[in-house]
């Protein structure tokens, strides 16, 4: 049973914006490190943002400034804004939980995810 559900992708325009959400309430470490990857076809899967058990958070070059992850307060919800988008932000984006009760730094390697969601799309035109 997955323990995240991905919301709110969709299809935008260059520039545009879109806040996709990650439902964590029935995942029993939603106080961990959490984050959001994504992948395009024909590429890896990367990590864009990433927030740890104290709220510290951390981006991928390519989206600082443009993205936010948050956490509502009772961390049940993993959120991640993504303003001025751009085609090549185009992928399927997945959060994803490490399974640890508490996590100290942002983490970027997938390999240390143990959870993921389904994945949302997000297509971005020029």
């Known amino acids: 049973q997955v323990p995240l559900v991905e919301s709110g992708g969709g299809s935008v325009q260059s520039g545009g914006s879109l806040r996709l959400s990650c439902a964590a309430s029935e995942y029993k470490y939603s106080r961990s490190c959490m984050g959001w990857f994504r992948q395009a076809p024909g590429k890896e899967r990367e990590g864009v943002a990433a927030?740890?058990?104290?709220?510290?958070?951390g981006y991928a070059d390519s989206v600082k400034g443009r993205f936010t992850i948050s956490q509502t307060n009772g961390k049940t919800t993993l959120y991640l804004r993504m303003n001025s988008l751009k085609p090549e932000d185009t992928a399927t984006y997945y959060c994803?939980?490490?399974?640890?009760?508490?996590?100290?730094?942002?983490?970027?390697?997938?390999?240390?995810?143990?959870?993921w969601g389904q994945g949302t799309q997000v297509t971005v035109s020029s």
């Open positions: 927030i740890d058990s104290a709220g510290s958070t």
């Open positions: 994803a939980a490490v399974d640890a009760a508490y996590c100290v730094g942002p983490r970027f390697n997938r390999e240390e995810y143990r959870y």
